[in-house]
């Protein structure tokens, strides 16, 4: 276990300079980069991504995969839009739209810690089944017309900080206590590291992983929210990058996607990197084809990095025993 943390610690400080280095280059070559409205949009959409990113860290920690992250945020989205509409309070309709992301993701537990479902098969199916639902209840069409109160979740500010933000670190804070300190957090590192040891320890492991893809689910549905409130639009296609841009982020910051190894700390510096990295490109009128090509680049320069800082220091501690 020491051997682990301190794998992980030196992959935080390698993300760490990485961030530097773009913030940097960044600030070098880009102007408007380090203006007090740009920085806030950074921190808004690092703020959305974050919270979705929590969740894929989660269901990716047991050994398993969720596709339909960018479905269930867009699903979300317009069933609270569709509920507004109906003439429903926009806080009861925020309610029932994420207990309706709840459903939808212990669904998607179930399909893989009851059925044995391939987690990728099983999401995939599903991430279809809830995009179609968001394009039935819109009908292919954006909903508008939010109230103010509604509003200033995604665009309101404390203190200079944009509001979704402290959201984004009260999750932060509740993952770390979770996953470092409770029961709940060792179960579910124990099933990725392996699902017959952890029976054999007395956990259940179905019921853990149906929590997770619930748990993950909940998160990327207040995501959907936080993104129709700064939007002032519920789309079926809202953050429809995100489960790309969210899976790209936690493997940047370290969690194994074989499961059982990964830390809250590092899938937030994965974040803050992909939306600083994504603010850079949108400055400097960056195509968006050329944008995804350019973040696969720096996804893969890290991941190699890493993957070979990590074979440096297992040749190392083997010279060393031999010695």
């Not at 682990?4 to 960044?26: A, M, P, S, Y």
């Not at 992909?274 to 949108?282: E, H, P, S």
């Amino acid at each position: 276990m020491k051997k682990k943390t301190k794998t992980l610690e030196g992959n935080d400080r390698l993300l760490l300079i990485v961030f530097l280095g773009l913030t940097v280059f960044l600030a070098a070559t880009t102007r408007e980069f380090l203006t007090f409205g740009n920085l806030m949009r950074i921190l808004q959409q690092m703020s959305e991504l974050g919270i979705v990113s929590l969740g894929i860290m989660l269901v990716i920690l047991t050994g398993g995969f969720d596709m339909s992250s960018s479905a269930m945020i867009g699903m979300t989205s317009v069933t609270v839009g569709v509920l507004f509409k109906s003439g429903m309070n926009i806080w009861a309709a925020v309610l029932l739209g994420l207990a309706a992301a709840l459903a939808a993701g212990l669904f998607n537990g179930w399909l893989v810690g009851e059925l044995n479902i391939a987690p990728m098969l099983a999401t995939l199916g599903t991430m279809t089944l809830y995009q179609g639902i968001g394009l039935a209840l819109s009908k292919g069409d954006a909903i508008s017309g939010f109230p103010e109160d509604f509003l200033m979740l995604g665009q309101g500010y404390l203190a200079g900080i944009p509001l979704q933000l402290f959201l984004l670190a009260a999750l932060v804070i509740l993952m770390t206590v979770v996953m470092n300190k409770g029961r709940f957090g060792r179960k579910v590192y124990l099933i990725g590291s392996g699902q017959t040891g952890s029976k054999f320890a007395g956990i259940n492991v179905k019921k853990t992983i149906i929590l997770c893809y619930g748990a993950a689910a909940l998160m990327a549905g207040l995501s959907g929210v936080v993104v129709t409130s700064r939007l002032a639009t519920a789309r079926a296609d809202a953050g429809a990058s995100y489960m790309f841009e969210g899976v790209a982020a936690v493997m940047l910051g370290g969690t194994d996607l074989a499961g059982g190894s990964g830390k809250v700390s590092g899938t937030i510096i994965g974040v803050l990197i992909f939306a600083i990295l994504g603010n850079g490109l949108n400055l400097n009128k960056i195509s968006s084809l050329k944008r995804q090509m350019l973040i696969g680049i720096v996804l893969l320069a890290v991941l190699l990095i890493r993957q070979f800082s990590g074979k440096l220091k297992e040749r190392r501690m083997i010279s060393g025993q031999n010695k």
